[in-house]
T-cell receptor
Framework: EAGVTQSPTHLIKTRGQQATLRCSPISGHTSVYWYQQALGLGLQFLLWYDEGEERNRGNFPPRFSGRQFPNYSSELNVNALELEDSALYLC??????????????FGPGTRLTVL | KQEVTQIPAALSVPEGENLVLNCSFTDSAIYNLQWFRQDPGKGLTSLLLIQSSQREQTSGRLNASLDKSSGRSTLYIAASQPGDSATYLCAVAFGNEKLTFGTGTRLTIIP
């Protein structure tokens, strides 16, 4: 069974540009979560999508947005990039709605560097 | 504020020793607690998931315990091996919407 996949592996952008990160969940999983792991900081929750809807959002500005497609894959968009957006962005998927019962399975991440 | 803390931030032990990693959390009303492993620059691998009604979970050389009343969890690794070197993350589901992660313990097993 294929795991969670993310693309691209690395992404280099300059300040002010937009970045698009992609995630494909495990087959059969309907929930997708996005996390940011900045250097020296823990994982911070960004967004949760389930069945195409945004279910919850972390404490990030509106220039962080995303969507989930009918096939349950997801995109994370970061507009007006700032230097501090440089981080490893991790996507996770789970079967059910929410984290109360199901393990989250993580992808390998996208390393975003903002110059 | 719901927080997860892991101490120490780094730990080095000789190969073959048993070791314990600690995790504490601020709110005893949790859904579950998970332990993850992260290799440098990589994603997370789920090790153990403990539901709020459970006291412990075991997988191979790993045993995780949960004490909600004291807001603590431990991950016990028996007979450590160099391949166990990684960062171990504790994550708590305080609600249904997300996991709250600790900052991790970087474990180094010395051959």
């Amino acid at each position: 069974e294929a795991g969670v996949t993310q693309s691209p592996t690395h992404l280099i952008k300059t300040r002010g540009q937009q970045a698009t990160l992609r995630c494909s969940p495990i087959s059969g999983h309907t929930s997708v979560y996005w996390y940011q792991q900045a250097l020296g900081l823990g994982l911070q929750f960004l967004l949760w999508y389930d069945e195409g809807e945004e279910r919850n959002r972390g404490n990030f500005p509106p220039r962080f947005s995303g969507r989930q497609f009918p096939n349950y894959s997801s995109e994370l968009n970061v507009n007006a990039l700032e230097l501090e957006d440089s981080a490893l962005y991790l996507c996770a998927s789970s079967q059910g709605q929410g984290v109360n019962t199901d393990t989250q399975y993580f992808g390998p991440g996208t390393r975003l560097t903002v110059l | 504020k719901q927080e997860v803390t892991q101490i120490p931030a780094a730990l080095s032990v000789p190969e073959g020793e048993n070791l314990v990693l600690n995790c504490s959390f601020t709110d005893s009303a949790i859904y579950n607690l998970q332990w993850f492993r992260q290799d440098p620059g990589k994603g997370l691998t789920s090790l153990l998931l403990i539901q709020s009604s459970q006291r412990e979970q075991t997988s191979g050389r790993l045993n995780a315990s949960l004490d909600k009343s004291s807001g603590r969890s431990t991950l016990y690794i028996a007979a450590s091996q160099p391949g166990d070197s990684a960062t171990y993350l504790c994550a708590v589901a305080f609600g249904n919407e997300k996991l709250t992660f600790g900052t991790g313990t970087r474990l180094t097993i010395i051959p």
